[in-house]
């Protein structure tokens, strides 16, 4: 009887041999007698290849990125790798502080956004060399309700002024409808009609102040007295505009003197007299003019540091976005400033709004526009303040509050400015609440007492003074 073949073994046999065949051509060299075949891999997806992390790549990238600068002669990297390790070592500098400090005592620290954490380099640079500037290194503090009558300001002049010196009180309006509980100065007027850009009817030229003072008649005049507890000035500013010859009667203690101010037609103007001796009085009439109009006067040292309120109760902050371009260049050449702080958000914040982001891509044009007028200047934004209202039953801060401050830190981060949040300092101190019932603010839950503006004072200056250690620390 004739055996029957296997076919099936043969079927296998052959099967075997071609897998054998194709996975012999993976080890076929990529180019043979000039001819490159298609490479062959039966394994390719079975085969687990060793890929190096990101990280190291980056690394190996800048390894071979240095051999090549040194193999072509240069022995630097570029300015790119160069700013980044600037950068990386000043960030590491920061921190190197921060966690050298006490945590019980830790301060509520600024957010700096800017490019390489230099946000503040030109106020501690002029700072640095305040000795030999030869006027005062200039802080204005633009806000709303929430630092009127010099509220927070006040102690953070104080504070700055007992380190690096100063005198006085810097910028003040011709007439203030919070001059009855500022306490810093004791402010009298009579006769004047202030054109703010919050209230005008009539579309005024402004400064970042937000104010334009007219005389109302021939009786028109500002008295400004220092408490004991102020340093006196020694310098007296008058910003202005008029195109005709403005006499004025200046009286300072008991000495009085006539002058003139003299025209300026359309463009801003100063006229600033200096003394010798100590000023804590001094009182201005003026005689009516067509012409007239004055923007404020700044009391002050000839050094020193000079902080300036310039509040405005109502205001959001964009309406500094339509301040006069001229005017404010103006302003900028005689009175130069080398920190700008915002302080907004509580004319903002409400219950019926729970989306900020139209507030913020306004505010963004604001901050370009500052920068754009006073290009010498860092700006720095506070994030809103706490404010409480009724909640089950209790008070605690209002959820629009914390959308609103998330909104601003993005608004910083945009920007890239620094940041500090109110907020987060007084909740530090037990929040509004708590401030409310130790008498540090108002039971509106809203606005600080000036006790309560000192303690808040304290922990932005402690912000302050480590960004002051870290500037000297990376100043070389």
């Known amino acids: ?20 065949a194709l996975i012999a051509l993976y080890f076929v060299p990529q180019e043979v007698l000039g001819w490159s075949p298609k490479p062959i891999d039966m394994l ?20 071979l990125s240095l051999k090549k600068q040194k193999e072509n002669g240069q022995d630097s990297v570029s300015p790119q790798t160069q700013e980044l390790q600037i950068q990386a070592e000043r960030h590491k500098v920061y921190n190197s502080l921060t966690a050298s400090l006490d945590s019980t005592t830790m301060p509520m620290t600024i957010t700096d956004y800017s490019k390489g954490r ?57 007439s203030s409808e919070t001059a009855g509980f500022r306490q810093s100065i004791r ?45 006196p000035f020694n310098q007296v500013t008058l910003y202005y505009h008029s195109s005709e010859e403005v006499p004025i009667k200046i009286t300072l203690s008991d000495s009085i003197e006539t002058l003139i101010l003299p025209p300026s037609a359309n463009q801003l103007n100063s006229y600033t007299i200096s003394s010798n001796q100590e000023i804590s009085s001094i009182r201005i009439d003026f005689e009516r003019e067509e012409t007239f109009a004055c923007y404020g006067i700044s009391l002050e040292g000839k050094q020193g540091v000079s902080v300036d309120n310039m509040s405005l109760r109502g205001n959001s902050g964009l309406l ?60 720095m934004l506070l994030g809103v303040s ?35 949040s109110l907020l987060n300092a007084m909740k530090s101190l037990g929040g509004i609440t708590e401030m409310a019932q130790r008498g540090e603010a108002a039971k509106d839950y809203t606005h600080l007492s000036h006790k309560g503006g000192r303690k808040l004072a304290e922990k932005f200056i402690e912000a302050l003074t480590l960004e002051e250690k870290y500037y000297d620390a990376i100043k070389n």
């Open 1 to 20: 009887m004739k055996k029957k073949k296997d076919y099936f073994f043969r079927a296998w046999s052959l099967l075997l041999v071609v897998m054998l």
């Open 44 to 63: 390719g997806d079975l085969r687990i290849e060793e890929v190096q992390p990101f990280e190291e790549d980056e690394q190996s990238e800048q390894k």
């Open 118 to 174: 230099i946000g503040l380099k030109h106020f501690f640079s002029q700072l640095a060399r305040i000795e030999q500037m030869e006027r005062p290194v200039h802080i204005a503090v633009l806000g709303d309700s929430f630092v009127e009558g010099d509220i927070l300001t006040d102690a953070i002049r104080s504070a700055l002024q007992q380190r690096w010196g100063g005198r006085g009180v810097g910028w003040l309006p011709m």
């Open 187 to 231: 402010h009298e007027f009579n006769s004047w009609q202030d054109q703010s850009m919050l209230h005008t009817a009539k579309k005024e030229k402004h400064l970042i102040t937000g104010h334009v003072f007219l005389p109302k008649s021939g009786k028109t005049w500002s008295k400004y007295t220092l408490p004991k507890k102020e340093k």
């Open 320 to 379: 500094l976005g339509s301040v006069d371009e001229e005017l404010n260049r103006a302003f900028n050449t005689h009175r130069p400033y080398d920190l700008i702080i915002l302080q907004y958000g509580l004319n903002v914040a409400n219950t019926n709004q729970k989306d900020y982001s139209f507030y913020g891509k306004q505010m963004k044009k604001v901050i370009t526009r500052l920068r754009t007028l006073y290009p010498n200047a860092d700006v």
């Open 386 to 420: 706490d404010r409480a209202k009724r909640i089950a039953g209790q008070f605690s801060t209002m959820p629009e509050i914390l959308k609103l401050h998330q909104q601003q830190q993005l608004i910083a981060q945009e920007m890239g400015i620094p940041f500090w």
